[in-house]
C-alpha cells in the first residue's frame, strides 16, 4: 500500500503474494487483524536545522521526497517498519545470528533431504544495553519460496501443517510462516530438478522478525542437488 501523491491523501492498495494465498483458499483465511506501517523512503538526514526559513521548512525537502509505489514483492517493501517505542529512547533492538546466507542440500540419487540448516537467533536487548536475550514474544520465520525449502520451527510450533497446507510435501511456490518462542528454526530441503549445467542452485529469502521488538533480519537460503 503506498500514497499516489503528496498533495492528497489517496491510497493504492495492493494484495501481496501472501495475502492472494489466503485470499485464494477461502474459508475466513484472509482476516486482517493487524497491519503495519513503514518509512522506506525517507531519508531523515535531510532534516535541516539550519534552513534560514525556519522551522517551518526544516523537513521541506523530507516532505517534498517521491514517494514508493505499492509492490507486492516482500524484499523491497516494508523494510524499516514503524514501531511505537517509549519516549526518550535512543537504541533499537536489532536480530543478531541470521547470517548472510545457509545451504541445505537434496540428495537426488537418494530421493531424501541432505544436511539440514539450524538458525538460532537472539536480540539486543533494549534500550540498548549490552549481551543479547531471546525476544519476549518470540520470533516468527517466514521463508518466502516453500517449493524448494521449508520450515520446522522449535518451541511454538512445528509449522510442518499450518492453515490446511502441508509444507513438507506441497510442491507450491508460496510462503510458509512458523514461530520459534526461543529463536530457533529448521530448514529441510525439499525435491528439486538438478540445475542445467553452469546454471545456479535454486534460492529463496529468509526473514525473521521479533515479534515484541519489532527489530527484523533476512538471510538467504540456497538448496544444493548432490548426486553421491
Known amino acids: 500500500m503506498g500514497y ?17 494465498e489466503l485470499l485464494a483458499r477461502g474459508e475466513q483465511a484472509f482476516n486482517i487483524t493487524k497491519f ?3 518509512d522506506d523512503e525517507v531519508d531523515y538526514s535531510l532534516w535541516d536545522v539550519s534552513h534560514p526559513l525556519g522551522t517551518d521548512y526544516y523537513g521541506q525537502i523530507i516532505e517534498n521526497l517521491p514517494l514508493l509505489e505499492p509492490t507486492s514483492d516482500p524484499n523491497t517493501v516494508m523494510k524499516y517498519k514503524l514501531v511505537t517505542r517509549d519516549v526518550g529512547t535512543q537504541k533499537m533492538s536489532q536480530v543478531q545470528g541470521m547470517g548472510e546466507g545457509h545451504t541445505v542440500e537434496w540428495n537426488g540419487t537418494s530421493g531424501t533431504p541432505g544436511s539440514i540448516a539450524t538458525i538460532n537467533v537472539t536480540s539486543t536487548q533494549i534500550p540498548g544495553t549490552t549481551g543479547t536475550t531471546a525476544d519476549p514474544g518470540g520470533y516468527a520465520f517466514t521463508i518466502l519460496n516453500s517449493s524448494i525449502c521449508y520450515l520446522v520451527g522449535n518451541g511454538i510450533d512445528d509449522g510442518t501443517v ?6 513438507t510435501q506441497s510442491t507450491d511456490s508460496i510462503s510458509q510462516t512458523v514461530k520459534s518462542i526461543n529463536g530457533s528454526v529448521d530448514i529441510t530441503a525439499k525435491a528439486i530438478m538438478e540445475p542445467a549445467t553452469e546454471a545456479d542452485n535454486p534460492t529463496t529469502t529468509l526473514v525473521c522478525t521479533g ?4 527489530s527484523t533480519a533476512s ?7 548432490i548426486s553421491t
Open 4 to 20: 499516489l501523491n503528496n498533495a492528497t491523501t489517496v491510497l493504492d492498495a495492493i494484495l501481496t503474494k501472501k495475502g492472494r
Open 36 to 38: 503495519a506501517l513503514a
Open 162 to 167: 499450518s492453515g490446511g497446507i502441508n509444507y
Open 211 to 214: 515479534l515484541q521488538y519489532g
Open 219 to 225: 538471510a538467504t537460503i540456497t538448496v544444493d542437488y
